[in-house]
Each structure stands twice: as structure tokens, then as C-alpha cells.
């Protein structure tokens, strides 16, 4: 959450910056700005909304900074307004930019009570800049003051400041989100994502938890959390430079949604052979794990619980281990016992999920047998703390609402289950259809998306509606649950997902003309049990959304409206019926005019708790 971009060069950085923050703008836009220092001059621009509006407000050809900082919003505390915006100062001296939340907040503004600093903000972050003023007050350097000042922050923050007295230095401190210098020539940068910078290097310093460095144009310092200066590995980037862009696509979300087919070739590609799983695709010492696991904790939050969910089901009816699935913030703060020989399984598209970071932290210091992140950023946190990890090729991410990181999570973990069932004994048939499914996997969805056209008609009918219920049985009720998280998220219509026996314990109430009921209907073993609940719907006068394998006959009419989703194998449809649902909350969200790719009150990549 909230994007970070900082600059320190010979050239105006000012374009540098808005791109930047244009590229980071998924992480957060209640609010954008920029602070500058040229020629001994500070000076701030902040606007409520996104980054248009801060960049309509900079003068292109009059703003000017060799120097700078600018940052994307998503308010934790104090109100979406101008004054709350970062950058953030003191002593009309001092700018700084801040990432995360520092929960002793009330006590810092408590200690500078008695000192001469105006707060003008209601967050949090203007703690940290007077904070760092008044070290600065009696420390030699920014630097100094900002590795004195960082022993008083509980929380976690990516925070980066400057000092109109030492134009061409930007002192930047980590823990908790991430933060990445890029190295230029004569110019140096910062960002809480590569994304951001890749217009301008590709070359890479991930800085570490509780590191604190002093960027000028031609030197990096790095102290570490002990108090040590260290050099850091210096990494050359594979992302695709473009990845931000939407390749001719109306919304990055839609780019994601038909990207999927090529990403999760990506994702299989060399790891899949037809005698099973590589070796070590989930690490070295992966397959030492696998044999000994008897029990496996999945933990991961929004659509990655979902995975975890699916997942589960695949875990215990395909490889025969036992598996629980938690959301991270509930089991980060709650005791729980640690089966024998038990895996912790992480899932996080951005790898820096706090809640998910934290959980990873206990569970680590809980006696489990080993950690395993699935992920879609390398060198990012979770998989830095993780033992063994699986990296899902997705490619950059940029829409709010996930979708090919969900699918590409879900293959992972179907090569999961062949690499645990390997040691479980999983029989050679089983083994067979599961590689044969996922090979067929990549066109079983390119056919899954020709059903665009029917579904935007669809969403026609159900653009009116304020209510939905989502249903699936089996693997099926996660997809259900997934379905509704996205239409939820983009579309604002409050949805909810239940697994269909579930119906007659109480949501049955709800069921009238104006509470559209969507249904995933794959040919499988619970299909006549599903058809028995669509029945006590129809009954009760509901009107249902039948996503349905042709084989499984089920007949549009006044109250049913089915679209044939191409036939594929049990193992995969759990990704395939994915599709259809993010096609559908996509339309329905087309049609209400909501911000599709960055909707209301959210951002991507949750670095806050
Ligand atoms: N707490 C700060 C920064 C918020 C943030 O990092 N969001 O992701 C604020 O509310 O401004």
C-alpha cells in the first residue's frame, strides 16, 4: 500500500517522479504529492485524488527538483484530505514520505508536546518527520538522526526523508514495507516497488528489515538493523519494463484476466514433466520436506485464502495430508497447536502482505517442521523469510482485484499436490490425469474465454441489483467465495458465497426475485446434490446464473439463465470455472461505471495491517 518514489540527480526529477508514481498508483490514490528542492528551495504539492490531479496541478515546465520524494496514499489514519497527503514536513526544513503505520504515534506527538512543532495532520506520519527534526537538532547528520529517531517507532514504515540543508542526500529507513534503491549513473532512486523505476534503471538494492541507508547521486550507505554498515547484493531486474502498461486493453484487470492462459503456460514450463514434478521447484530440500509432512497449516488472506481454501481440498482428496486453512490477521493474534510434522504453506501475490508476514513470523517461531511460500515477486519478504518457496510467474499485477495471481497460485499448488502425493502414495492414474490436466490447462481457458460475449449480455441483467448469492459445492465453494470477493470488490454489489448445502441452513431466507443466485456447475460427483439446491431456489422463486458443463443438463427457462462452460477434467475446474466469475463481476462493473481497476477504499499490495 501507498507508493513511494524518491530521486536524488543532476536532472529535473520531477517527470521521473509522477511516472513513478503513476506506476504505483494500484497501491493506493486517496491522495498524491510531491516535495522538491531545488537551488536551496523546498517546496510540497499535494492533491486529494490520483496522481492526474497532483500532475495536473505541477506545472511541467516551472517545476523543478534534482531532488525529490512523492507519494501515493491509502489512508490509515486521518481523513482522505489535503493536509493529511504526504509528503509531510518539519521546520519548513524537513519533507519526508511514509509507507505503514506507526502505532505509537499518540505517544511520540506526547514527547514532542512540550517542543515547538505545529502538527497539522492527523496521522501518524507527521510523528516521524518531527521526530527525526528534533534528533537532527543534536546529531551530526540526517543520517545519524534518522538511526536514533527509528529506536523510538513501534510499527512498521518505508519511510524516506530530505533536508533542504543537504540537498542531494535522501536518508530512507525499512521494517515492515519494503522499499528498493535503484542505482543509476550520477543518480540514484527510491521506490517501494521496482515497478516504479524501471523507466529509469534495472539495477537493484532490496534494502532489508531494519535497514536505514543514505542515497546521494553516487553512493549508497546501508546500516543494518544491528548498527553495522553492510553492502548489499546488487540485483539486475527481470521484469518486463512494459509490465505496467495495458497493451491496448481497456482496464488492466481485462489484461490480467486474458493474460491468464500465457502465465500459467509460464508458470508450468520446465516444472511440469511427464513423469511428474522437477526437482526443487519448490526449493532445494523441497523433496526431503515432502516426505516427511504429515500436516499442513495454509495461511493467506483475500483471494490467496481463497487458493488455500481450493487448495485444502485438493491436499487432503489427491495427496492424503491433512490441511487447515487460516486467514493470517485471525491467526497471527490467536494460540494454536502445531500438529506433528506440520508445513506452513504462505500464499501472497506481493510477497508482503503484513498480516501474512507476521503470521509467517509465528509460525516460525512455533515449531514448525519447515515454511513455504507461494508467491509472484522473487527476493520479496515472504519468500526471503520462507525456507522453500514457489515462484508463480504471473508477471506484474496492477489491477486491485487479483485474478492471474489467483490462477497461477491455484496451479502451483496442484504441482504441490503431485510433489507431496509423490511420497503419499498416489497412484499412477491419479498422477497421470492431474499431468495430463494441467497440460491441457492453458487451452481449456483460452476456450473459457470466448465465453466474454454471453457474459458482458449477462451482466446487463445483473447490473440493477444491489444483493447476490454465489454457489458451489466442494472445490468449487472457494471459486464460489472467490467470485464473490471479486464482484464485491469492483462493482460494489454485496455478494456472498455459500457452500449450496449450506443454503437451508439460512440464506434460503433471502432468496426472492431481486437477489440474483450465480451457480458453478462443473460434471462431477456433487452435481446432483448442487441440482437438488438449485431446485429449493427455484422453488422459492429465485432467479439463478448457471454456469454449467454441458454435460451436466441444465436447461435455460424464465429462472435460469446457463452458460455452457467448455468440458475439462475435475483437477482443473476449479481454475477453469474462475474465468467466468471474474468475466462477469468485470461486466457488471463495466456497466456501473466503477473504477474497475482501482476501486473504492482499496489497494493492492496490503503492507499495513
Ligand atoms: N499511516 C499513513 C500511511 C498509510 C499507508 O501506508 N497506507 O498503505 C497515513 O495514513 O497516511
Not at 512540550?114 to 492527523?122: E, H, I, L, N, Q
Not at 527481470?238 to 500459467?264: C, F, N, T, W
Not at 491433512?322 to 508445513?343: G, H, M
Not at 454489489?493 to 449450506?502: F, N, P, Q, R, V
Request: proline content about 3%; overall charge negative; some cysteine.
Amino acid at each position: 500500500m501507498c507508493g513511494i518514489v524518491g530521486a536524488v540527480a543532476e536532472r529535473n526529477v520531477v517527470q521521473i517522479l509522477l511516472e513513478g508514481l503513476r506506476r504505483l498508483e494500484y497501491r493506493g490514490y486517496d491522495s498524491a504529492g510531491v516535495a522538491l528542492l531545488n537551488n536551496g528551495e523546498l517546496s510540497i504539492t499535494r492533491r486529494v485524488g490520483k496522481v492526474k490531479a497532483l500532475s495536473d496541478a505541477l506545472d511541467d515546465e516551472s517545476s523543478l527538483g534534482t531532488t525529490g520524494i512523492a507519494h501515493t496514499r491509502w489512508a490509515t489514519h486521518g481523513g482522505v484530505t489535503e493536509v493529511n497527503a504526504h509528503p509531510h514536513t518539519s521546520s519548513e526544513r524537513f519533507a519526508l514520505v511514509h509507507n505503514g503505520i506507526i502505532e505509537n504515534h499518540k505517544a511520540l506527538r506526547d514527547a514532542l508536546s512540550d517542543k515547538d512543532y505545529a502538527f497539522v495532520s492527523d496521522t501518524d506520519t507527521e510523528t516521524i518527520a518531527h521526530t527525526i527534526a528534533e534528533a537532527r537538532k543534536h546529531c551530526d547528520t540526517l543520517l545519524e538522526s534518522v538511526l536514533q529517531s527509528v529506536k523510538s517507532f513501534h510499527g512498521a514504515y518505508g519511510t524516506v526523508i530530505i533536508d533542504k540543508e543537504d540537498p542531494n542526500t535522501m536518508v530512507v529507513a525499512r521494517s515492515g514495507s519494503p522499499l528498493v534503491i535503484g542505482l543509476g549513473i550520477g543518480e540514484n532512486f527510491i521506490a517501494s516497488d521496482q515497478m516504479a523505476l524501471l523507466p529509469v534503471t534495472r539495477r537493484f538494492i532490496f534494502l532489508e528489515e531494519g535497514d536505514v541507508a543514505e542515497i546521494t547521486r553516487t553512493t549508497v550507505k546501508i546500516i543494518d538493523a544491528s548498527g553495522e554498515k553492510v553492502e548489499r547484493e546488487v540485483v539486475e531486474s527481470s521484469v518486463e519494463h512494459d509490465a505496467g502498461d495495458k497493451a491496448g486493453y481497456r482496464h488492466y484487470m481485462l489484461k490480467e484476466i486474458y493474460e491468464q492462459p500465457a502465465v500459467i503456460r509460464n508458470t508450468l514450463q520446465g516444472r511440469v514433466t511427464p513423469d511428474g514434478i522437477s526437482d526443487d521447484v519448490f526449493g532445494e530440500g523441497s523433496d526431503e520436506v515432502f516426505a516427511k509432512v504429515e500436516n499442513i497449516k495454509i495461511i493467506a488472506c483475500g483471494t490467496s485464502y481463497h487458493a488455500g481454501m481450493t487448495a485444502k481440498y485438493w491436499l487432503e482428496a489427491y495427496a492424503g495430508v491433512c490441511c487447515d486453512v487460516e486467514i493470517a490477521s485471525e491467526f497471527r493474534y490467536r494460540k494454536s497447536v502445531v500438529k506433528p510434522n506440520s508445513l506452513i504453506v504462505t500464499i501472497s501475490q506481493s510477497g508482503e502482505t503484513a498480516d501474512t508476514l507476521a503470521a509467517l513470523k509465528l509460525a516460525k517461531e512455533s515449531g514448525y517442521m519447515s515454511s513455504l511460500a507461494i508467491c509472484n515477486v522473487d527476493g520479496s519478504s515472504l519468500v526471503r523469510e520462507s525456507s522453500l518457496s514457489f515462484m508463480t510467474r504471473a508477471g506484474a499485477e496492477i489491477g486491485v482485484a487479483s485474478t492471474k495471481a489467483f490462477t497461477t497460485q491455484l496451479a502451483g499448488f496442484l504441482m504441490l499436490v503431485l510433489a507431496i502425493g509423490k511420497h503419499k502414495g498416489m497412484s499412477d492414474t491419479l498422477k497421470s490425469s492431474i499431468l495430463q490436466s494441467l497440460a491441457e490447462l492453458p487451452s481449456k481457458l483460452e476456450e473459457t474465454l470466448t465465453l466474454a460475449d454471453d457474459i458482458d449480455d449477462l451482466a446487463e441483467e445483473f447490473s440493477d441489483k444491489h444483493h447476490s448469492l454465489f454457489l458451489g459445492r466442494g472445490d468449487q465453494y472457494p471459486i464460489a467465495m472467490e467470485g464473490a470477493l471479486k464482484l464485491k470488490e469492483i462493482s460494489y454489489i454485496h455478494a456472498e458465497a455459500y457452500a449450496s448445502g449450506e443454503l437451508k441452513h439460512g440464506p434460503l431466507a433471502l432468496i426472492d426475485a431481486e437477489m440474483p443466485v450465480i451457480v458453478v456447475a462443473p460434471n462431477n460427483e456433487l452435481l446432483e446434490k448442487l441440482k437438488s439446491n438449485v431446485e429449493e431456489v427455484r422453488a422459492r422463486g429465485g432467479i439463478m446464473y448457471v454456469f454449467a458443463d454441458k454435460d451436466a443438463h441444465f436447461k435455460s427457462d424464465e429462472t435460469m439463465r446457463v452458460l455452457d462452460v467448455p468440458h475439462c477434467s475435475e483437477a482443473i475446474a476449479p481454475i477453469v470455472y474462475t474465468i467466468p466469475l471474474q468475466l462477469l463481476s468485470y461486466y457488471v462493473a463495466l456497466i456501473k461505471g466503477t473504477d474497475v481497476d482501482q476501486p473504492r477504499n482499496l489497494a493492492k499490495s496490503v503492507t499495513v495491517e
